[in-house]
């Protein structure tokens, strides 16, 4: 088959994302009505900051606002991550980065599967937070080769998804009515399934173990846990949920409001208690519930550079041990003041996080310097900023923080959800399970930012 009949993997990976939305908001409606308070509030922030918007302009973040979202799976099997691997590899997505959760006492290390080049996220930046059970760390062994049972005796990915994944492998790519199928068939692994697979006993033990666990077991599959549309101001959309009649969790996840923001900012309206259906349960015996499904809000800032990162932990984690225990509504007031106290030592303009080297720019040449192109005696970023000749802008951070994927996890399960866990992260494992190895998200985005830099001197024409 000719390649230039392919369907290029961003636009599957594009369709693929609409047709999760869509079906979300059918699922959980609550997540449409999120969805519309984030687009009214990004409406008034871009009318009130022509600046942001000249910066989204020249960034091309603007045009992929309203299409930008994550979604989170849990898996179960190493068999099944590594299936998952290849299924996100026909939509251009490869993982990007490993995240150990277990010192938050969530029992699962994960990846984001993403596009990584800046040409395929102005199409779609669609993400996955994608995790996978630890079983090693169930102590019971009579539990541990009960679920492995469990896990084993399902088939998370129709036939006709494996077939397309295949065929793509082959062939290098998917044709137009394969691109749609496939999208068709691979949104029945992530779809919702009231039927739980195990008994209403079963579903307690592994619920008892953890609440997650009992989420990846006892299931036909990985049902999307949460949708994540992007707003351009989070404070603001976290107190407009209550006038919504959508109930916040307390406290927003990440950094503090800042003029310039940094990594990722994450807030939810809790859990929902869904019914579900045991399989020991008679035909008209009430059903049981389960409760994981939720929706989250996201606030995207700049990537940092490992310098910024240290920074950032630094002052995060001061901010923790003055608090001497974990944020919640009780005392959400303290922890706002001591982070915003704590982060006045993390420059807050963009002149100092591109001069002290703690943040990613991308570079473009302006009208006047191209027309002076071949004309500049310079090669130093500083010199040609200053002569109006090169501009840069923040490269917004596309993946995830681990503290605050498990605290958005724990908050929204409510309590009985925490677990110790004494475990060393185990990196080559998860890798082995993937069946590759993650990418470096800091060198993702130190790549992005020289190879935009050398494209805006080629434009102004220095060797």
Known sequence: MAKDSFISPDLIRAKFSAAMSAMYQTEVPLYGDLMRLVAEVNEETLRENPALKAQLVQTDELARLDEERHGAIRLGTADELHTMRRLFAVMGMVPVGYYDLTPAGVPVHSTAFRAIHEDSLRVSPFRVFTSLLRLELIEDPVLREEIVEILEARQIFSDEALRLIEKCEANGGLNADDADNFVTEVLKTFSWHQESTVTKAQYQLLHDQHRLIADVVAFKG????????????????????PQKGIT????????????????LRQTSFKALSEKVRFIDQALGEDAGSHTARFGEIEQRGVALTPKGRMLYDELLNKTRQEMNGAPNESNSDRYYELLAKNFMAFPDSYEELHDQALAYFAYYPTTAGKEKAGSFNTNEINVLVAEGALLYEPIVYEDFLPVSAAGIFQSNLGEGGQAEYEVDSNQAQFEEALGAKVFNELKLYAETSTRTLMQAKEALKIV
């Open 248 to 263: 916040p969790k307390a406290v927003i996840e990440g950094p503090p409001t800042r003029k310039c923001p940094i990594l």
């Open 222 to 241: 990985p049902h999307i846990n949460h949708l994540t549309p992007r707003t351009l101001d989070i404070d603001r959309v976290q107190n407009l949920m």
